[in-house]
C-alpha cells in the first residue's frame, strides 16, 4: 500500500504548559511525512485518524507531574485517543482497512508499535456496533467510564437515587442513562436550560439541576428529596459540597473527576463537607478506567445491546475541522458548551 | 436501698453553645436531689457515676444542627459515656452492686429508663475483663471504634502500612496496638516528641510522626517509605492532607473524626488533595461506631484477650476531681494534653 507515499501527517504538540486554561500559544503546529508502508517497523500499523476523543483529563495530562500517567513531554504529540483505520501494517493481527480505536495523538496519522499499543490501547472496532464517534463515546472510554465507574464502584440498587454532575457530558450520559435502565432515579447536574432541557426529554433523565440557575442545593432538595444515594462526580469543587450535604447513609460517592479545579492556578478546593461521609456512613472512591481493560468487552457487548434496542443513546457533539482547530475545541469543554461526547473529526472513512 | 435518700445529684448542664473553644461560661451546675428506691418506675434503674469518658465528639454534641445523633439540649445534663455501679433498679435485668456501661451524662447519679437505655445503651460490664477505665478505653467506646473502623472499613492485611493520627489517643492507641497484631507496620502520628516517644516505646508502634516539629510529609516518607495503605483519621485538616500526599494504589482512609476543625469557626478546611483518591483508586470512607452494636461482643472478647495476654495495653489518662473539674478536663483534649484515653473520675467504686 504506496498510497500514503509523499503524504503529509499534520500534528499538533505541546509547546510549553500552560498556567490556568490552556491557549493557541500552548501548542506547536508541525508536519512530517507520512511513512511508506515499506518503512514499518515488524510489529508496526500505520493509521488514519478518523477521529479524536476530547476529554476534561488532557488538562491533567499537560501539566508536570505525576498523576495515573505521565505528563505529555514539551515537543511531544499531544496525546489523544481515537478512532482510525488501518493503512498499512507490519503487524499480524491487523490489516488494511480495519478500524481500530487507540492512542492515536492529535495528529492526521500515527504509526503504532507494541510499546504504543501497550501503552495507549490498539483495539480493532466492529462498525456493526456503532460509528466511530459512538466508539469514543458510549463504547469508548467514556462509555467504560461510566460503565465500571456506576456499576463497580456505585454499586446502585433499584430504586436508588442517582446523581451525576457533568449530565450532559459523555461520562454523565452513560451513567445517567444506564442508571435509568438499573432502575434508579437519576438527577443530572449541568449548565444552562438547553442542556438540562436536553438531559431530561433527550437522554430521559427524571430531572437536571441548571447549576447556573442557583444554588445546586436547593435543587437537590426540590428532585432528590430524599437525599442521594450514589453522586458520579465529574467536576468537583462547590457542586461536590451541594451534593455530600444532601447524601444519605451508607451513600457512595465515584470520583470520576474535578474539571472544575482543572484549570485552577490556586491550589484544588478540598470538600468542605466531607466530614458527611462520617456523619452518613459513606464513602468517596475514585476511579480509573484502565483498570478495567480486561472487561471492556464485556460492557461494550451491554452497552452496544442498550444502543442496539433504543434503552440507550449515544450523543456526541462532532467538530469538523481537522487537527487545526484542536485548540478552540479543546476550550470548549472548559467553557461546558459541548453537548453530548466532544468529538473533532479528522477525516472520514 | 434507702441509703441515696437526700443524697445529692451534683449535675454539669450545656448552658449556651460555644462559638469556638468551649469555655466555663457554656455550663451550668446544677445539684437535684438524688431519686429515693421507691421513686423510680418500672424497668428504671439508678446508676452512681464512677468514671465519664471524655471525648472529641462532644465538641459537635454541643453544636445545633443534624450530626449522627441530635445535638445536647440548652439546659440539658451533658451527654456523656460512662461506666457507674448500680445502686437501686426496677429492672429485672441489673441488679444493686452490679457494674454498668451507659450514656450516664455528666453528673453523679443517673436515673435511666427504657428510653435512655434504648438510645444510648445500658450494658452489664464484666470487671474481670478490666477496671471501669479499661472499660471506657479499650474495651468500650473508643476500643469499639478502633477495633470496627480498622477491621470494618480499612481492612488491613499483613504487610500493609497504617498510619494512624492521635496516635496517643484513644482510639489511636487501639487502632495502632490492633494493626501491629494483625501484622502492619504501624506509624503514628501525634502531637510532641514525649508522647511520640510514648506511642513507640509503650504502644509498640514502629513510629510515631510529631506534627508539631515539621511537615508531617517528610515524616511519611521517613517512616512510611512504601506510601500509605490505611490512614485511619481522627484529626482532619493539614494532616488529612498531607496523608493524602503519600497514598497508595487502593489505600483505605478511614474517617472517624476531625478533632483539628471541631472548634473551628470558619468553615471546615476540605481535603485539598482528595483527588488522590482518583489517582489513587482510593476511598475515603465515614465510620460511627453505633452501627456495630451487635457485634461489640466479639470485639470485646477479642480485645480482652489481648490485654490478658500482654500484646495489648489499655492506657488511660484519669483525672480525679469529678463533675466539678468536668470544663477544664474536657479542654485538656482540644490542647492535646492527655496521654491515652481522657476520663474523669466521678467516684470509687
Redo the contacts between chains.
Sequence with gaps: MNTTTSLVNHQVRLASRPVGEATRANWQFTTEPVPDAAQLADGEVLVKTLALSLDPAMRGWMNEGK??IPPVGIGEVMRAGGIGVVVASKHPGFRPGEQVSAGLGVQEYARIGAAEAKRFGLFRIDPRLGTATQWLNVLGMPGMTGYFGLLDVGAPSAGETVVVSGAAGAVGQTVGQLAKIKGCRVVGIAGGPAKCEWVVHELGFDACIDYKAGPVRDGLKQHAPGGVDIYFDNV?GEIL?AVLARINRKARIV????IS?YNNTT??????????????????????VF?YADRYPIAVAELAGYLKDGRMKSKEDVVEGGVAAFPETLARLFSGQNFGKLVLQVAHA
Design positions: 498523576s495515573y468537583g459540597d470520583i470520576c473527576g474535578a479545579q491550589p484544588v478546593q478540598g470538600p468542605k463537607n466531607y466530614l458527611s461521609l462520617l456523619v452518613n456512613r459513606a464513602r468517596m472512591e475514585g476511579m480509573v483498570d
